[in-house]
């Protein structure tokens, strides 16, 4: 096996069974293993009874709650021409939640907003935008 490539766990499960049947040269053979990854497989499992090594995974608060989201929404149904930094400043005298500026790009990307501009009168009267638009194309 290559120098650095992760051991599978039924293999691991393979070598602990056969290290109390055979001596390491033999494993080592059949599984092509070094000697030491094959002593480090046993040692591991003779201290925690596991033959693969658990990471605990870091669990972050989300940056951005619902309540937050609805704030910036609320600010951009008032006025379609915010900056991203100036959706940053509302946040944080609103909510007092301090978020970078690629987060609120992506909380509004999940919400559906693209970075085209709509005029006052096209989002107040559909039904004239929906005119305009014939005409435009």
Known sequence: MAPGKK??????????????????????????????????????????????KHKAREVREKALRVDDVNLMLGCLHQTCDYYLDELQQALFNGHNVKASIATIWWALRNSGYTMKRMDRCGRDRPHIRGKSLKHQI
Do not use: C, F, G, Q
């Open 7 to 52: 051991v599978s766990k039924d293999l691991t499960w393979t070598i602990i069974h056969m290290s109390s049947m055979l001596p390491l040269d033999d494993i080592s053979a059949y599984t092509e293993l070094s000697i030491w990854k094959i002593r480090a497989i046993r040692a591991l499992h003779s201290k925690a009874r596991e033959v693969v």
